[in-house]
């Protein structure tokens, strides 16, 4: 009750700063987002500063992270919350490098450390990102600001028997892709490698995913969004729990875990001036694997995707978000899912709810 009543009161004081005007704007930025849903203990997801100076960009606080094109979902990253980070970026015309420290357990020292490289040439945009969760002691060369891989840096440490090893940290790399053929259409794309075996035959099952997509723009009224996304059984997870790609149960990367696919569709639009609505259809396939699958050797090296018994189901949710302010952003959510689990003699139907109300602001 304390803390539901905490939250009521974080949430009013914040509604409270966002209708005022700030006294005098500047390159200096807060950003704040509170949430309330019934399936996330309530919390302050975003509260961080941000600085430029020329191509610099410097973010510190608590904040949202994220990687990649998607806009139902990322591979690599997010978009997640409630991450104490520090993030700088350094952009030019032709391309963006930004990189994060981020802490996800004061207690077991596990922290996440991700550098992302954006290349613009023309209408494409290539992306080339790399995330680090690491536990226990961490060597300072992982601080560095430089974009070197941290799969190199870890190569290294091995080879002189020394520093971090493969338990203590999971890595996943991406490449993603966005085209803008013409003004009205965005084509995306983006490929997710956690485990990739290089032997052949291979000794163990690729840990991957993928997505596609398109954002229209050109229709009468609104915006088409249409994305889909797989990802392989045992993708995200690792040799211990404390090493899974996860964050207070939830995945660091696309939120859908491993051993499932899913098709977006989302149609969202401007009623009034202040006020825009979203509707949403995903129709998503899951398997019996999920966080916490550990491969043995014994399980075989073949790709393993949507495993044992298979539940389909469709889902329904429709977003409204209301800009109050120039500085502030009250949006909700309310969503239905069917469930059904097949390959079984007699189906087994199950229906789930959720919804949500969150405030953005920025000064």
Request: proline fraction near 5%.
């Amino acid at each position: 009750m304390k803390l539901k009543n905490l939250s009521i009161i974080m949430l009013s004081l914040l509604l409270g700063i966002a209708i005022c005007r700030p006294a005098a704007a500047g390159e200096t930025n807060l950003f704040g987002h509170f949430s309330l849903s019934p399936n996330t203990v309530p919390r302050i997801d975003e509260l961080s500063l941000s600085t430029a100076y020329g191509p610099l960009t410097l973010n510190v606080g608590r904040q949202e992270l994220s990687f990649g094109p998607g806009k139902i979902g990322n591979m690599v990253l997010g978009p997640r919350t409630g991450l104490y980070a520090i993030e700088f970026a350094v952009t030019f015309k032709w391309l963006q490098y930004r990189q994060f420290w981020a802490l996800l357990d004061r207690v077991s020292d596990k922290r996440l450390f991700g550098h992302r490289l954006e290349i613009y040439v023309g209408a494409v945009t290539l992306g080339f990102s790399e995330i680090a969760l690491l536990i226990g002691d961490i060597p300072l060369v992982f601080y560095n600001p430089l974009p070197i891989p941290y799969l190199v840096t870890q190569a290294l440490f091995l080879h002189n028997g020394s520093g971090i090893s493969n338990s203590q940290a999971n890595m996943v790399l991406g490449i993603d892709i966005k085209w803008q053929p013409y003004e009205d259409l965005d084509l995306y794309g983006e490929f997710l490698v956690d485990d990739y075996p290089l032997t052949v035959p291979a000794a163990a099952p690729m840990r991957t995913g993928g997505l596609v997509g398109l954002v229209y723009r050109g229709l009468p009224v609104g915006e088409l969004t249409v994305e889909y996304a797989r990802i392989n059984r045992y993708t995200y997870c690792h040799t211990t729990a404390d090493t899974d790609y996860v964050f207070l149960g939830k995945s660091l990367g696309h939120w859908a875990g491993p051993d499932t696919d899913l098709l977006t569709v989302k149609y969202s639009w401007d009623v009034v001036k202040d006020l825009t609505l979203a509707s949403s259809l995903t129709l998503q396939r899951h398997g019996e694997g999920g966080f916490g699958d550990r491969w043995q050797r014994e399980d075989g090296p073949s790709p393993i995707f949507l495993s044992g018994e298979i539940e389909d189901s469709v889902g329904l949710k429709m977003d409204v978000a209301y800009r109050m302010s120039d500085y502030a952003v009250l949006s909700g959510y309310l969503g239905g899912t069917v469930h059904v689990l097949v390959g079984i003699e007699e189906a087994i139907w199950r229906a789930s709810g959720t919804f949500g109300v969150e405030l953005h602001v920025q000064f």
